[in-house]
Nanobody
Framework: QVQLVESGGGLVQAGGSLRLSCAASGRTFSTVKTYAMGWFRQAPGKERQFVAAIRWGDGNTYYADSVKGRFTISRDNAKITVYLQMNSLKPEDTAVYYC????????????????WGQGTQVTVSS
């Protein structure tokens, strides 16, 4: 099993920044480093959507068009932690943000992710 714990959510004004963290642990995590880690978000009344992903091995990153140029995903191998730096936040970024892990090549679909964190709320006021 792999455990994922998110932190860093909160309330921020439009134009502001937040950094989310996702700490990974678990007895099988030595194999998770072949995985990719993703961030998804779900706003009230909407489906959960892909935000960004990063592969542990080569560090390749992937972004949804709606966040390109504003959000940056990164990883710290020593801390086994993934970050999502969110800049120029907009009210439409308001959602619960989830961290997830997958061993699949296709990183854009939530159905490919086997492990999920509990989520952290991000609220952007106008």
């Amino acid at each position: 099993q792999v455990q994922l714990v998110e932190s860093g959510g909160g309330l921020v004004q439009a134009g502001g920044s937040l950094r989310l963290s996702c700490a990974a642990s678990g007895r099988t995590f030595s194999t998770v480093k072949t995985y990719a880690m993703g961030w998804f978000r779900q706003a009230p009344g909407k489906e959960r959507q892909f935000v960004a992903a990063i592969r542990w091995g080569d560090g390749n990153t992937y972004y949804a068009d709606s966040v390109k140029g504003r959000f940056t995903i990164s990883r710290d191998n020593a801390k086994i932690t993934v970050y999502l730096q969110m800049n120029s936040l907009k009210p439409e970024d308001t959602a619960v943000y989830y961290c997830a892990a997958t061993d699949q090549n296709y990183v854009w679909s939530e159905r490919k992710y086997a492990y999920w964190g509990q989520g952290t709320q991000v609220t952007v006021s106008s």
